[in-house]
């Protein structure tokens, strides 16, 4: 594949809800979501690898050129993926849209840096427990907003978009997705 083809393999990569009303949203095999915290070490998500994060930096310049266009296909993806979802959000999203577009841009700007990381990361990991407190966000919504953010950016960038871009973008959202969910289960009160 050159790197001007489009790849629609994460198109398939998701499998469909079992039912458009179901409540839980479950995909029809769960997602892997972090072990529950039993006091054992769980080691942190795996920082994307240097050549992923010039990739994706390369790939920004579509990204900044377009933030209100990338923000309406990521949640036009998310709700296509997981309409049930619609409802957690208000009707007016320009606030939210562009949120989404400060957050995406300000962890790959820190990921630049890595004496950045360790705020990132706290960033990252308050992020997932507001996500559960305020928007009752649960673990299995993190595979579709990861699978949403990288169609998106797919849209966004056009025929700059390859299978190796595509991958460096899967790389990243796993990393940040990862920390949310690290936030969220750290923030879940022990029972």
Partial sequence: MTSTQRTDSIDTALPLPRHQDAPTLA?????????VRTGLPVPPPRRPAQRDILAIQASLVAVRKRPVALAESFYAHLFAMAPGIRGMFAEDMSTQMQRMT????ATIVALEDPAEQPALEHTLHALGALHRDRWNVVPEHYLYIAHALTRSVRDVAGPAWSSALSSSWIALTQWITGHMLDGHHRATPER
């Fill in 27 to 35: 995909p029809r095999s769960a997602p892997p979501t972090p072990p």
């Fill in 102 to 105: 400060d957050v995406l841009l």
